[in-house]
């Protein structure tokens, strides 16, 4: 795999020891990856290119080692077994995620997660509290995945208070980076990217700036591997799924 120039969603995730489905959620949150197509600015930097099957079938595949790089960068881990072993194992001997950081001294330990159907379609977000079992989700008629992981944080945060110290375990990277990194980033000039362009999602983004704001207890955020076998974080995954399907029946029964 290391001299091969281009390779599968599947290729790139026996090199990280993921399922071709987690590849694309890591690609997604990138901004490399629109539903099932590559996006836009990543085929026009060169990261992401169109391939065909013999039946004439159109699929992408991506820069190995560019886009390996980037996944790097998301603090994965390269898997050292075998492809084959790997894809067996969903990597988990492999790549697991750093140790759990000590949920202890924190008054409240909440997981969260997002899904949309298609992506974009029908969305859901969820939350799983911890520290006393509660959970709440909800879901919108027409979303992203990257919109039910940023409802999903602003609810848990919400549900938390101001006042209580806080973990956020998540399986998104995208955003941990916005409520850690980007976000402060953007405010300070103006709402505006590096590049000067409105960042997506910006009234959620603004949302949980101001909560996180206004909170006098500590916040810390941990990233949780997703699909890993993760107790709370299976259960924010499967509420969250739960309630964009229960979004999808509602659109379809006012249709």
């Known amino acids: 795999m290391g001299s091969k120039s ?3 969603q599947t290729e790139l995730g026996k090199m990280f020891a993921l399922t071709a489905r987690e590849v694309g959620q890591h690609l997604t949150e990138l901004g490399l990856k629109e539903g099932a197509s590559a ?3 990543a085929v026009s930097d060169g990261l992401a290119k ?9 699929f992408y595949v991506w820069h190995t080692e560019r886009v390996g790089a980037l996944l790097d960068g998301r603090g994965l881990t390269r898997s050292t077994q075998a492809p084959a072993a790997a894809a067996r194992g969903r990597g988990r001997a492999a790549a697991e995620p750093a140790p759990a950081r000590s949920v202890a001294g924190y008054g409240k330990v909440v ?6 159907l298609g992506n974009p379609g029908p969305t859901g977000w969820a939350w799983v509290d911890q520290t006393t079992g509660e959970t709440g989700a909800g879901g919108l008629e027409h979303g992203t995945n990257n919109i039910g992981e940023l409802l999903a944080l602003l609810e848990a ?5 101001p006042e ?8 998104s990277q995208y955003v941990i980076n916005i409520a850690t990194k980007w976000a402060k980033g953007w ?5 505006l990217k590096g590049d000067g362009k409105v960042p997506e999602n910006l009234a959620l983004v603004q949302a949980i700036d101001a909560e996180l704001g206004a909170r006098t207890g500590r916040t810390d955020f941990e990233w949780v591997r997703g699909h890993a076998g993760d107790e709370h ?4 995954d499967s509420l969250a799924v739960g309630a964009a399907k229960e979004a999808q029946a509602a659109r379809r029964v006012a249709r």
Do not use: C, Y
């Open 233 to 236: 974080n299976e259960l924010a």
């Open 111 to 116: 997981a969260t997660d997002g899904s949309a």
């Open 157 to 161: 945060l919400r549900h938390a208070g």
């Open 6 to 8: 281009w390779s599968t």
């Open 39 to 41: 996006a836009e600015r």
């Open 164 to 171: 209580v110290d806080l973990l956020v375990r998540a399986d």
């Open 187 to 191: 405010k300070r000039r103006g709402w």
């Open 50 to 58: 169109d391939a065909k099957l013999r039946d004439g079938t159109v």
